[in-house]
């Protein structure tokens, strides 16, 4: 018996099925790109919070100061208001925040007067708030250092650890493709497996003699290409749509792929263990968001306490933008080391795939 | 095959075992190769939970016959026909399956077999051709393309191979289906209700592919729901109820077995006092009121004249005929509920 032409056949009924549901498959690949943009919400919204900026003094130290408040950390945009517009806009809901500059600024400056600088937050959102009481002190340091005022004799001096800067987006849009590879290549992957209960053709399946291995691969090959093919999408827009691109093209790659190869498999048992796609996709869809999050996709999971880092060891998605982030921008996000990350990947995916044929080759066949 | 429903016990080698076929000698398992049954079912249990879905069930199939296992919904075929395949462990027993134990690896054994699952499970969202490809595949038949065309104009659907099945009715689907069962040229076909659900010519056209297999020499067992079909198409019958094997021979024979069907003539006031009467007479098994008076099932000793007789003695009998039973009614008498199937 040719296992080539098995696996052939496999991934051509495999094919078959995908290319008659090119809607689905379209939706699939759709949904890549949805992640992406989904999880570049939570960046996109805190970098824009908008704070209104009254100047009533207007004169040269007073603008000083904006430059420093603009240089400091923070992820709000500063924007030049009336003080009619700001409060309008305030008590709508449309800014965060009003600094006021007050007349005479300049003056009480030059002769080293105290001058109150008033601050209106609207803190229904406690991290905006937090922002703005971190970003106020950082710009007065800024602004009296650069004026040379007695006092400030500390300064910090800083030391990277990585060699770049990694933005929250360009973070976020990474650990994206980390979700993108769980749904999707689940999806397809539990799909191919489960269809089998559906049509009861897993019953055709053990009484063959044939390897329910072989069949399996030609199956899973089939689903993990076009789950590539949609993460390859999402990388496409991650590149052109963000400017985000990665220090290492290949290695990047071969992530990416090794990571639709495990998700594919987790999927295929899952499929395998419920026997129906309606089951295993809402379930996949359900576990994407707590693992994700959970996961090192907006931070570090190792800075959120030593509970949810514990926790966060159950999700394959921890490993995979361990993998991922590393990959794509050269970090290290979790304390393990990548190689072992990437072990942890491949033993879930073979005991996947283990299981998934104890299923295919022994369970009910109904 | 062996007899039913007292099936001998397990024996502890093959060489010891003396199956009994309606008090006959039935072939041992040393003889002849050509002689030894294609299926042989000894004594099986299967339970799932509670359901003790075979109940010491034992069967023999000779190669070259064709053997129906009938019974109501629930009885056991589709299990019996699990077990024989090896997708099913039964808790006690043995199956052998053309000379090998399917307790051990069955994998060279399963390239030897055909199965028609009731489900056809056929891949629907392509085409014949392309089910019967993957079918070939699996079971790794030479020349795949020949044989695809060979066997799809055996089930007369050669203008139909390049369509999708999903636009098939339901009796193409089921032929379709025996063609992937029989592309690997198998000695041994197992059909699990082959004409569930199909109209009256795509059932007889199935018929027909049946007959020839017989003609071919194949070895068939096929479930059915349909006593009819059963009559029609299998040198024996094997009748399964609530897991145990009732009865187990050739369709005339279970006729026999059951005796003749009387049918009197008469009023239909007095057809319900007849049939009061005849209930209780000895060698009446079972009396129905029909449209033109009264049907009587006998016991293999009665004698229909004495029945009549016993009747006149009740009504005016204007006529009567005897007739041999058709399989309904061997079933009916040989089930305690009178349960159809």
Known sequence: ?366 | MRGAPSPPAAPSTEGERTPVNNGKPTLARQEAPESRPAVDVADVVCQFGRIRALDGVSLRVMPGTVVGVVGPNGAGKTTLIDVICGLVRPARGTVHVLGEDVAGDTRALRARIGVLPQETALYDEVTAWQNLRFAAALYGVAHPDARIAEVLQLVGLSGRARDVVRGFSGGMQRRLAIARALLHNPPLLILDEPTVGVDVEARHQIWAHIRSLRAGGRTVVLTTNYLDEAEALCDRVAILRAGKLVAEDTPAALGARTGRCLELECWEEGATELSAALRTHPGVLRAEIVDFGLRVYLGVDTTPEDVVRAARLVCAVEGFRTRSPDLVEVFRSLTADGTEP
């Open chain 1, 1 to 366: 018996m040719s296992a080539w032409r098995l696996f052939r056949s496999s991934a051509g009924l495999e094919a078959a099925h995908l290319l008659g549901n090119r809607g689905f498959v379209a939706l699939t690949a759709l949904a890549a790109v949805s992640f992406l943009a989904m999880v570049s919400l939570f960046g996109l919204t805190g970098s824009y919070a908008p704070v209104a900026l009254i100047d009533r003094d207007g004169g040269p130290l007073a603008r000083r100061f904006i430059e420093a408040l603009d240089g400091a950390h923070h992820s709000f945009a500063l924007t030049y208001l009336s003080e009619e517009a700001a409060e309008a806009a305030l008590g709508s809901g449309r800014l965060v925040g009003i600094i006021t500059i007050p007349a005479g600024f300049s003056d009480a400056v030059a002769k080293g007067t105290t001058v109150p600088v008033d601050v209106r937050i609207d803190n229904v959102n406690v991290d905006l708030t937090n922002d703005m009481q971190r970003a106020l002190p950082a710009a007065i340091v800024a602004f009296a250092r650069q004026l040379q005022f007695p006092g400030t004799a500390v300064q910090m001096v800083e030391h990277d650890v990585w060699p770049r800067d990694t933005g929250y987006i360009p973070y976020l849009t990474v650990s994206a493709l980390a979700l993108d590879a769980m749904v999707i290549a689940g999806i397809l992957g539990a799909m191919a497996t489960a269809r089998e209960w559906e049509r009861r053709t897993v019953k055709l399946l053990r009484l063959s003699p044939a390897s329910p291995a072989i069949v399996l691969a030609g199956k899973l090959s089939v689903a993990a290409t076009v789950a590539a093919m949609a993460l390859a999408l999402a990388l496409l827009v991650i590149e052109v749509g963000y400017g985000v691109v990665p220090i290492a093209r290949w290695t990047t790659a071969f992530a990416l792929l090794a990571c639709v190869a495990i998700f594919t498999s987790v999927g295929a048992w899952l499929g395998a263990l419920l026997k129906r796609t309606l089951a295993a996709v809402p379930l996949l869809f359900g576990l994407a968001m707590p693992f994700y999050v959970d996961s090192g996709a907006l931070e570090p999971t190792r800075f959120d306490g030593d509970a949810i880092w514990a926790l966060a060891h159950l999700s394959p998605v921890y490993y995979a933008v361990g993998v991922l982030e590393w990959a794509f921008h050269g970090l290290h996000v979790t304390p393990e080391p990548i190689w072992v990350d990437l072990l942890v990947l491949v033993v879930i995916a073979v005991v996947a795939v283990i299981l998934t044929l104890g299923r295919l080759a022994k369970g009910a066949t109904r």
